[in-house]
C-alpha cells in the first residue's frame, strides 16, 4: 500500500517556466489537498479537492491550478514559475469529505526552486 | 485574527526525560485537532487526534491534552527517545464563516533529543 505519492521529488525551475506537480493516492479518499511549506512556516493550503470533479481554492491559490479527473490523482500545476514559489510542496489525502474531522495522509513532498 | 501557534519554536531534552510541546489556538469553534510529527526530509506524519467533546486521550507513549477555557492544546511524550527528534505541528479544524473543517497548521517547535 503505497498511501501518497507525490513525483518529482525535487525539482528546479527557471522563472517563467510551467511544470505539473504529480500526486496519486491509493487509499480511495475523497478529500485531497496541496501544501505548500516554507522555512519557519506550517503548512498553508493551496487548493483542495472533495471529491472527483470538484475543486476549490485554499489561503494561497493564487499561480497555482489543479484538477480532479479521478479519485486517485490530484496534480497541480504551475501556471509560470515565480521565485516566490520556492518551497517544499505537499500532497495530503483523507477519507473524510470535509477534510477536517480525521487525520490527513500525506506525502513526502517536492521540494521546488524557482531561479 | 484567528491563528494557531506554538509558545516555543524549540525544546530540547534529554533522552528518558518527558517532553511537552505545547499550542493555543484562538478559533473558540474549533472542534477536532491533530499533532503531526515531521523528520527532515519526509512528509507530516500523523500522531494523535483529539475532538473538543474530550479533555484527553493517549496513545502509545503520548498524551494529548485540551484545554477549551484558555483555547490550550499539549503535547506530552513519555521517556522521549531520540528517534522523536523532529519538528512536531499542531493543526485544528472547526466552521469559520461559511468555511467547513480545514485543517489549519501551526508553525511547528522543533524537538532535539539529547543522548
Known amino acids: 500500500n503505497a498511501g501518497v505519492t507525490q513525483t518529482p521529488k525535487f525539482q528546479v525551475l527557471k522563472t517563467g517556466q510551467s511544470m505539473t506537480l504529480q500526486c496519486a493516492q491509493d487509499?480511495?479518499?475523497?478529500?485531497m489537498s496541496w501544501y505548500r511549506q516554507d522555512p519557519g512556516m506550517g503548512l498553508r493550503l493551496i487548493h483542495y479537492?472533495?471529491?472527483?470533479?470538484?475543486?476549490d481554492q485554499g489561503e494561497v491559490p493564487n499561480g497555482y491550478n489543479v484538477s480532479r479527473s479521478t479519485t486517485e490523482d490530484f496534480p497541480l500545476r504551475l501556471l509560470s514559475a515565480a521565485p516566490s514559489q520556492t518551497s517544499v510542496y505537499f500532497c495530503?489525502?483523507?477519507?473524510?469529505?470535509?477534510?477536517?474531522?480525521?487525520?490527513?495522509?500525506f506525502g513526502d513532498g517536492t521540494r521546488l526552486s524557482i531561479l | 485574527g484567528e491563528s494557531v501557534g506554538l509558545h516555543l519554536p524549540t525544546l530540547s531534552v534529554q533522552e528518558g526525560d518527558n517532553s511537552i510541546i505545547n499550542c493555543a489556538y484562538s478559533?473558540?469553534?474549533?472542534?477536532?485537532f491533530i499533532w503531526y510529527k515531521q523528520e527532515s526530509g519526509k512528509g507530516p506524519q500523523f500522531i494523535i487526534d483529539?475532538?473538543?467533546?474530550?479533555d484527553k486521550r493517549q496513545g502509545q507513549r503520548v498524551t494529548v491534552l485540551l484545554n477549551k477555557t484558555v483555547k490550550h492544546l499539549s503535547l506530552q511524550i513519555a521517556a522521549t527517545q531520540p528517534g522523536d527528534s523532529a519538528v512536531y505541528f499542531c493543526?485544528?479544524?472547526?466552521?469559520?464563516?461559511?468555511?467547513?473543517?480545514?485543517?489549519?497548521f501551526g508553525r511547528g517547535t522543533q524537538l532535539t533529543v539529547w543522548p
Open positions: 479537492s472533495v471529491g472527483a470533479g470538484i475543486t
Open positions: 478559533n473558540s469553534a474549533s472542534d477536532y
Open positions: 493543526a485544528e479544524s472547526g466552521i469559520r464563516g461559511s468555511t467547513l473543517g480545514r485543517l489549519y
Open positions: 483529539i475532538r473538543s467533546n474530550m
Open positions: 495530503a489525502s483523507s477519507p473524510d469529505r470535509v477534510g477536517g474531522n480525521q487525520p490527513q495522509h
Open positions: 487509499m480511495n479518499h475523497e478529500y
